[in-house]
T-cell receptor
Framework: AQSVTQLGSHVSVSEGALVLLRCNYS??????LFWYVQYPNQGLQLLLKYTSAATLVKGINGFEAEFKKSETSFHLTKPSAHMSDAAEYFC????????????FGRGTQLTVWP | GAVVSQHPSRVICKSGTSVKIECRSL??????MFWYRQFPKQSLMLMATSNEGSKATYEQGVEKDKFLINHASLTLSTLTVTSAHPEDSSFYIC??????????FGQGTRLTVV
């Protein structure tokens, strides 16, 4: 079975500070992992995805995530936060069936202070 | 990237009426579509998965007769909330998946039942 745990429902950082959003996964098959961002009253936008190629994945808007099998983690980072990064972030793991449903974490609300 | 259009973005309806939400893949054929429900400050809950031309597969606890899903073509799926009640008020998001790639999300629909 697949599942995702996001540690910390809220993260606050100052503008220019490092952003670290934590995600741990559980998967019975080699995982496909995703990070999505959601702005208020909008759908989800894909930030980046891990599909068993490089363990360090670079995404849009300066975000990146590192897949660590030994830690079953896929934490999202950004070296320098921007005000526009304030949003809800979801980590997800793809199910093992051919339908490819996603299992989402509970989300982390990122607040960026000026 | 691939575009999924969800319509309407917001809808207010009276209790007891039915509301239809459309999800269209604009530039690709979606073999599978997913419907999610999102409660305030919570993650996405998968409601059902549908493949074109076949009946939708509903998640446990989701009422088939209340949330009617039709996936009549490779570019269109609809979710109809029948006899809506205030507790059905929520944010509904669809996603569409081409064969063998990740899913793309619509912008979401904010349903308010008064």
């Amino acid at each position: 079975a697949q599942s995702v745990t996001q540690l910390g429902s809220h993260v606050s950082v100052s503008e220019g500070a490092l952003v670290l959003l934590r995600c741990n996964y559980s998967s019975s098959v080699p995982p496909y992992l995703f990070w999505y961002v959601q702005y208020p009253n909008q759908g989800l936008q894909l930030l980046l995805k891990y599909t068993s190629a490089a363990t360090l994945v670079k995404g849009i808007n300066g975000f990146e995530a590192e897949f660590k099998k030994s830690e079953t983690s896929f934490h999202l980072t950004k070296p320098s936060a921007h005000m526009s990064d304030a949003a809800e972030y979801f980590c997800a793991v793809k199910g093992g069936s051919t339908l490819g449903r996603l299992y989402f974490g509970r989300g982390t609300q990122l607040t960026v202070w000026p | 990237g691939a575009v999924v259009s969800q319509h309407p973005s917001r809808v207010i309806c009276k209790s007891g009426t039915s509301v239809k939400i459309e999800c269209r893949s604009l530039d690709f054929q979606a073999t599978t579509m997913f419907w999610y429900r999102q409660f305030p400050k919570q993650s996405l809950m998968l409601m059902a998965t549908s493949n074109e031309g076949s009946k939708a597969t509903y998640e446990q606890g989701v009422e088939k007769d209340k949330f009617l899903i039709n996936h009549a073509s490779l570019t269109l799926s609809t979710l109809t909330v029948t006899s809506a009640h205030p507790e059905d008020s929520s944010f509904y998001i669809c996603s569409a998946r081409p064969r063998s790639t990740e899913a793309f999300f619509g912008q979401g629909t904010r349903l308010t039942v008064v």
